[in-house]
Each structure stands twice: as C-alpha cells, then as structure tokens.
C-alpha cells in the first residue's frame, strides 16, 4: 500500500523539467509572438490559466485570439442564472476585454461534449486556426495534467490542438500547453496581477466571491522556484 501511495505521489507531483533561468527565458520568448492563439475548453479557462501572459502579450502589441469550444452550460450556477450558456458568455466577453484580446471565438459545442464531439470541435479549431495563422497557440495539457483537477473538456481539447499541431509540417507555431504538472517555460505576471484578478472576477457565475484567496494562492504555488513572482507555467512541446 505505501509503495502504490509512493508512486502516485510522484505521478502527480509538479516537476519544473528546466532550470528558473531556462524557463524565465522560454517565458520571455513566447512573449515575442506577434500572433497568438490561445484555446480553451469553457469559459473562464482562459483566464485561470492564462489570463496573465495573455494580457503581457496583448500589451506588447501582440494580437491575441481567444477560443472558447464549448458553452459550459453544466458548470456551477452561483448566480442562479436562467440562461447559463448565455451568460457565461457575456461573462467571457468581459474577460476578454480586461486581457486586451483583439479576437473572441465561441464554438458552441456542449459542455462534456468535446470528446463525444472530436471531430466537429477539431473542424472548428482547425477553421480558425487557419483564419487567425498563429505563431503561438496556448491550451491545455492532454499528456500531463495537473492533478488534482482533471475534466475530459480539458484533456480532450488539449489533445485535438495538439494532434493537430503535430500533423503540420515544419515550421510549425510554437505550442504552449498549461494546466500541467511538468512545465518549462515560466511568465513573470507579477505586474499584471491585478487585471487577472479582474478578468477572473468578471465569471461570478462560476466563482462568486472567491476569487482573490483562490487564484493568488493559485499563481504563488507554481511561482515557488521564483522567489516573490507570480508565474503562469507552460509545458512548450519541442517535437
């Protein structure tokens, strides 16, 4: 029994796979990228993942893409709304406004539907992909996922993005993969704490007024091998 407990331990534990330094670097690179495409399963991803970069990439004169695949309609209610879908959508669109994106997509596949789906959501990805043709694309990590959170959304949109990007030929866009527990690439968000803050508070569907104890806690957790900064981790694949 202890060695089972042993080895799940080390399967989920978070392993920085670079130096601070070499992945303070790869942060400074992906910042660099001039057309960035960033897609996540439901509303408000995004923003608990990337809201930080994003908005450090939009600042710099980068244009920024958002990409929502499904409504997430099923997601908690907080605000007893009628019309979930619709209002975690103008809930993103808010979001999107405190990030600077210059560009917000909703797919409008159903919520736990992505794997059920595949085919359609990768028809959609792939229609704005070719539209917005990044340099750099963020989204989940389908290989290794953070514990102790997993959702089959996110897995399963992680996992089209990123058969996709492994099926075009060199030179591909740089893939950045978040929600995962074997990054190397760090991005300092410490000066821009605050707007993630706001871009996260604008879902009070999803997170009423928990939001500054839970990400702040969140964004320090993985900042550990840097001292005071707040850092938004990514997994770049180097295929």
């Known amino acids: 029994m202890g060695i089972a407990l042993a080895g799940l331990y080390a399967f989920g534990k978070s392993e920085l796979t670079a130096t601070p330094e070499?992945?303070?670097?790869?942060?400074?690179?992906?910042?660099?990228?001039?057309?960035?495409?960033?897609?996540?399963?439901h509303p408000d991803d995004l923003d608990w993942y990337a809201a930080g970069t994003l908005r450090r990439l939009s600042d710099s004169g980068a244009r920024v893409t958002m990409v929502i695949v499904t409504d997430g309609e099923k997601g908690p209610n907080r605000i007893g709304s009628q019309n979930l879908a619709k209002t975690r959508r103008a809930e993103q669109e808010e979001a999107a406004r405190v990030v600077g994106a210059q560009r917000l997509e909703f797919l409008n596949m159903p919520d736990r539907g992505v794997q059920r789906y595949h085919r359609r959501v990768l028809e959609k990805i792939v229609a704005v992909w070719r539209d917005v043709k990044p340099d750099a694309v963020l989204t989940f990590d389908p290989v290794w996922p953070r514990p102790p959170y997993f959702h089959l959304d996110h897995e399963g949109t992680g996992k089209i993005v990123r058969r996709y990007w492994l099926s075009l030929p060199q030179p591909r866009p740089r893939l950045f993969l978040f929600h995962t527990r074997r990054p190397n690439t760090a991005v300092d968000v410490t000066e821009v704490a605050e707007i993630k803050q706001q871009a996260l508070a604008a879902h009070r569907s999803q997170v009423g007024d928990r939001i500054g104890r839970r990400n702040r806690g969140f964004m320090r957790a993985d900042g550990r091998p840097f001292g005071d900064k707040l850092m938004e981790m990514y997994r770049e694949e180097r295929r």
Do not use: M, Y
């Not at 992906?30 to 960035?36: M, P």
């Open 22 to 41: 070499e992945a303070e670097q790869s942060g400074e690179a992906l910042l660099t990228a001039r057309n960035v495409l960033a897609i996540g399963a």
